[in-house]
């Protein structure tokens, strides 16, 4: 692997004066589109590589009104509405597609619940395009849904294809972030590799107390009530810490926060047993830059940073990929020496 830095905070695209990669790294990984874009977690990864998005989508209309804002293009809607004919070429196919099916919260049925056949529509469109690599992303228990059979048919689908692929396990705790957020990364190519070079994710965590505004509002403290109970069953170690409590109501306290989670309990993560994450503190969790304008109100904020790609975790993905293409041109211009 090469010795990137992974930035836990990268710049917004539209103003970065120059991408912190020279044009030549990307061995003509030029371009990219965001299929079930979010608030554009991918992009900013993709961005900050130098590369340029020609086409996003995503059904839901306050994360699309949130990535207009924020990027400058309009995403188009349901993914199953969209000819894949109409699709821009493109180079990278990035797509965060629905974990609900898989989720630890959910009641994860798999490709028996609607939303995980979602995961074939993007089969239909690489189908069409041909792109060079694909990056997707999905909760961890993607890994071991239906006893792995999951994980194992998207696998084959790609390669019934023609891509290379491998997968991965990556949490956003090892790449910088202050967050304990365990993903499933799926990464192919056309180009030929026999092991994909995932990196080690040893990157030092940023400082929580780095994350956390210092005069959040009152609005975001919960009652007396609540932290007397939550204080009368947990006593931290920890502070500033982040205070978990589960579904069976056991509390726990880190130095970081456990996984964001869009559709989780209103409190179930507290700092210092005391408040609620604000939506900035939320979106910082996820490696979004303060650069980012929140235009929708807390509780879509709090949706929206609770399904996004950790940038840092899209990055390592991407520089895998680049590896993979750069070994592979290496390899064809020995061969034809």
């Given at each position: 692997m090469s010795d990137f830095e992974f930035p836990a905070f990268p710049a917004l695209a539209r103003?970065?004066?120059?991408?912190?990669?020279p044009p030549e790294y990307l061995h003509g990984l030029n371009t990219f589109v965001d299929m079930f874009c979010g608030i554009g977690g991918f992009h900013l990864a993709a961005s900050t590589l130098g590369m340029d998005c020609v086409y996003a989508c995503d059904v839901d209309d306050e994360a699309r009104r949130a990535y207009?804002?924020?990027?400058?293009?309009?995403?188009?809607?349901?993914?199953?509405?969209?000819?894949?004919?109409?699709?821009?070429?493109?180079?990278?196919?990035?797509?965060?597609?629905?974990?609900?099916?898989?989720?630890?919260?959910?009641?994860?049925?798999?490709?028996?619940?609607?939303?995980?056949?979602?995961?074939?529509?993007?089969?239909?469109?690489?189908k069409e395009k041909r792109p060079r690599a694909v990056l997707l992303e999905n909760v961890k228990q993607l890994s071991t849904n239906d006893r792995g059979r999951t994980i194992k048919r998207i696998v084959e689908a790609l390669k019934e294809l023609g891509y290379y692929v491998d997968w991965a396990v990556l949490n956003a705790l090892d790449f910088g972030l202050p967050q304990k957020r365990e993903r499933v990364l799926i990464a192919a190519t056309l180009d030929p590799f026999d092991k994909f070079p995932w990196p080690k994710g040893d990157k030092p965590m940023k400082?929580?107390?780095?994350?956390?505004?210092?005069?959040?509002?009152?609005?975001?403290?919960?009652?007396?009530?609540?932290?007397?109970?939550?204080?009368?069953?947990?006593?931290?170690?920890?502070?500033?810490?982040?205070?978990?409590?589960?579904?069976?109501?056991?509390?726990?306290s880190y130095p970081y926060s456990c996984a964001l989670r869009a559709g989780a309990s209103y409190n179930y993560l507290l700092v210092d047993g005391e408040r609620r994450l604000t939506p900035r503190e939320m979106l910082r969790l996820q490696g979004f830059p303060d650069s980012f304008e929140i235009v929708c109100n807390s509780?879509?904020?709090?949706?929206?940073?609770?399904?996004?790609?950790?940038?840092?975790l899209a990055l390592a993905g991407m520089e895998g990929i680049i590896h993979v293409i750069r070994a592979a041109e290496t390899t064809r211009e020995r061969n034809r020496a």
């Amino acid at each position: 692997m090469s010795d990137f830095e992974f930035p836990a905070f990268p710049a917004l695209a539209r103003n970065v004066a120059a991408p912190i990669r020279p044009p030549e790294y990307l061995h003509g990984l030029n371009t990219f589109v965001d299929m079930f874009c979010g608030i554009g977690g991918f992009h900013l990864a993709a961005s900050t590589l130098g590369m340029d998005c020609v086409y996003a989508c995503d059904v839901d209309d306050e994360a699309r009104r949130a990535y207009e804002h924020n990027f400058g293009i309009i995403p188009a809607g349901d993914i199953s509405r969209i000819k894949a004919s109409s699709v821009p070429d493109h180079d990278l196919f990035c797509a965060g597609f629905p974990c609900q099916p898989f989720s630890i919260i959910g009641k994860r049925e798999g490709f028996a619940d609607i939303r995980g056949t979602l995961f074939f529509e993007i089969i239909r469109i690489l189908k069409e395009k041909r792109p060079r690599a694909v990056l997707l992303e999905n909760v961890k228990q993607l890994s071991t849904n239906d006893r792995g059979r999951t994980i194992k048919r998207i696998v084959e689908a790609l390669k019934e294809l023609g891509y290379y692929v491998d997968w991965a396990v990556l949490n956003a705790l090892d790449f910088g972030l202050p967050q304990k957020r365990e993903r499933v990364l799926i990464a192919a190519t056309l180009d030929p590799f026999d092991k994909f070079p995932w990196p080690k994710g040893d990157k030092p965590m940023k400082p929580l107390i780095e994350i956390l505004e210092a005069n959040p509002g009152v609005e975001y403290f919960v009652s007396e009530r609540i932290r007397k109970r939550r204080k009368e069953k947990h006593q931290s170690n920890y502070k500033p810490g982040i205070w978990h409590e589960n579904k069976a109501g056991n509390v726990s306290s880190y130095p970081y926060s456990c996984a964001l989670r869009a559709g989780a309990s209103y409190n179930y993560l507290l700092v210092d047993g005391e408040r609620r994450l604000t939506p900035r503190e939320m979106l910082r969790l996820q490696g979004f830059p303060d650069s980012f304008e929140i235009v929708c109100n807390s509780s879509q904020t709090r949706k929206q940073a609770g399904n996004a790609v950790p940038v840092p975790l899209a990055l390592a993905g991407m520089e895998g990929i680049i590896h993979v293409i750069r070994a592979a041109e290496t390899t064809r211009e020995r061969n034809r020496a």
